[in-house]
């Protein structure tokens, strides 16, 4: 009996969403839809719609606005298939709306662990097969796991590895079982496979960063590439013997999403450094393929080329973005080429088969590491073209000439290290572009001319070493406390104060704020940015929430993790922004951009400041720009849209000059990059507004705009 109410209700779910089903544009048009992340497999950010143009942008208002009742942070860029749009919340929760009124389809969550992670978005897969059964799906990572769930009802699909659902950890062997593995980014589809970005540990308990490849309609895995070399693998000289066995390193996994010729069958997949981040004594040589663009064939997982971008990376200088597939004139000659932005402001742009720079690029000397144990790749490599889009060096004459601090902060730059590729120290290394980019996840926008729009950040970071300390020297340190200093400290400090600037916040009175049961999950799984800690024991998590929450009894106890971590002589000092006590950059603006960037010639056509600070422009302070973070949306009536800075704005610019023509202040910050989309007639601009980053207010919408 059970079983056949459970039938009549999934009956009456479904007939429900069916009666609500908005009217369809034509699904193979792709002009109408936003059917894959960033806008479609070359990540390129472009729409050729063309309703919402220069002449009626007044007659923009306020189309729809869902609120998801789930606040905080929310990156994602919404897909919309068949006028359905499909997206998720703060916290992870997957939602369909009709896309014309934004009322609300169906939703999906789970109860799980691993549900407080921020995600950039849904893949959808439907056969081309007409007479296939099985049904369209969105794919998509929650905690841990990658689940299926039917488009057009929400519940999970059952016949999708176990219940609907398959492990991340999959295929990366059996010393993942217990460490940090989620996905940020949504998957990219090939045939019947989808293959999964993963974000890991950036410490020495990450797992290995190996791409995967699952079966769509089953969850089996089909190839896995490994990013560290096994052994008689193409790279693995340029690693320790042994490191695939993840004994001491990890990661060099892709987390920033990839991007895809269909019609070649070549996938395109950057990656990040190796863990731990700041120090690589104990992985020596130049670590292919962390940090390199890897052409793989799309159907086995096999190399065709590779380019890397930072040898031995010991800066956190991971590829922050999927590339953009693009088509440049040369010498009269259309080339099929990949763009790739990086952290520290450059663009490199290879042919897109052969992986053939298409501008010369110099190996060009840097420092050498003063930290005995540490041995840095004497070269890097430096593109003459295009120009940077951040600035490269801080000398003297870049302290911030409005801030009441200019003699502090001077003198911090006077005796800070400083430079390209400069190595972390004892001493404070001036960290520019800072850990954030130059480019950040959002990405960049082309348009079929080959002309790249990237917004940037302008902000330097402060950063610097420290010996790890012996067993010995914290042995009068509680469980509690040893635990937090080895997980906790490099970012919520000391004085568990936290860095709110940065991002971190204060764990002072955190039992007035939470009960111990959601800060355990928090620990374990990770809540937006920050990654969890799975290898600790229950033993040992409850001796560090103790800690937290002030009650911590000590008592002696010779019980370890689960898995040792092992021992790095160094460790960071944590992620501290060069600002002034009121929080402004320590540098001269501008301290955002957004650059137009011609990909035929390597010439920039223009930049602007892009966001500003409203009380200082109330004082006649001339724009400055801001940190931002989301990408742009550019379309063919000559329009770039964008929101992603801290003032909370969303503006749209001429794409020509970079002049602002629209602006409108969102209900909260939209961290995230906007979708466009034509339905009924209808051009539509949609973009999430949860805020939070930045010391922002905290928000819980989708709002979309239309005329």
Known sequence: MQKIYLSLAFLATALLTAAYLPEQDN????????????????????????????SNLNQLKVAWEYHTLDSGQVQCNPIIVNGILYAVTAT?????????????????TNSGSGALNTNRGVTY??????????????????????????????????????????????????TAVNKFVISNTPGTLY??????????????????????????????????????PHPNEFGYNTWPKNTYKNTEVGGANNWSGMAIDRKRGILFVPTGSAASDFYGGNRKGQNLFANCLIALDAKTGKRLWHFQFVHHDIWDKDLPAPPNLVTIKRNG???????????????????????????????????????????????????????????????????????????????????????????????????????????????????PDGIMYVNANEMAWLFSLKPTPKADELAHLSKGQKLYASTCLVCHGKDLKGNPSSGYPSLVNISEKKDREYVSKIVTSGKGMMPGFGHLSNTDRQALVAFL???????????????????????????????????????RPPWGTLTAIDLNTGKHLWQ????????????????????????????????????????????????????????????????????????????YIVIACGGTKLGTKKGDSYIAFSL
Request: no cysteine.
């Open 549 to 587: 929450f002030g009650d911590e009894k000590v008592e002696a106890s010779t019980e370890s993790t689960k898995e040792k971590t092992p021992f790095i002589p160094y460790q960071f000092n944590g992620y501290h922004k060069f600002i002034d006590a009121k929080g402004y950059p320590g540098i």
């Open 92 to 108: 992870n929760k997957l939602f369909a709306l009709d896309a014309a009124t934004g009322k609300e389809l169906w939703t999906f």
């Open 191 to 228: 045939e019947d496979n989808i293959i999964m970005p993963l974000r890991l540990s950036e410490g020495a308990d990450a797992a290995l960063g190996n791409v995967q490849a699952f079966n769509v309609r089953t969850g089996k895995l089909s190839w896995v590439f490994h990013t560290i």
């Open 333 to 447: 000659k259309s080339i099929d080429a990949v763009a790739q932005v990086t952290k520290s402001g450059h663009v490199f742009v290879f042919d897109r088969v052969t992986g053939k720079s298409l501008f010369p690029i110099k190996e060009t000397p840097f420092q050498k590491s003063n930290i005995p144990e540490e041995s840095t790749w004497p070269t890097q490599p430096i593109p003459s073209l295009p120009a940077p889009f951040a600035r490269q060096t801080i000398t003297e004459a870049d302290v911030n000439p409005y801030s009441d601090e200019k003699e502090t902060l001077l003198k911090t730059i006077k005796t800070a290290q400083k430079g390209v590729f400069q190595p972390l120290g004892l001493k404070e290394t001036l960290v520019y572009p800072g850990a954030d980019g130059g480019a950040e996840w959002g990405g960049a926008a082309v348009d």
């Open 608 to 683: 602007k400041p892009f966001g500003e600070y409203p009380e200082l422009k109330a004082k006649g302070i001339p724009t400055t720009g801001s940190e931002n973070y989301g990408g742009p949306v550019v379309t063919a009536s000559g329009l770039l849209f964008i929101a992603a800075t801290k003032d909370g704005m969303f503006r749209i610019f001429d794409k020509k000059t970079g002049d602002i023509l629209w602006e409108t202040k969102l209900p909260a910050a939209g961290f995230a990059t906007p979708s466009t989309y034509l339905l009924k007639g209808k051009q």
């Open 27 to 54: 699904p193979s048009n792709e002009n109408t839809g936003w059917t894959e992340y960033l806008g479609g497999p070359e990540r390129n950010h472009y729409s050729s719609l063309t309703q919402i143009n220069k």
């Open 125 to 174: 897969w439907e056969s081309k097969d007409k007479n296939d059964t099985d049904v369209p799906r969105i794919i998509f990572a929650l905690g841990s796991f990658l689940y299926a769930v039917d488009a057009k009802t929400g519940e999970k699909i059952n016949t999708f590895g176990d219940n609907g659902k398959v492990s991340l950890k999959e295929g990366l062997g059996s």
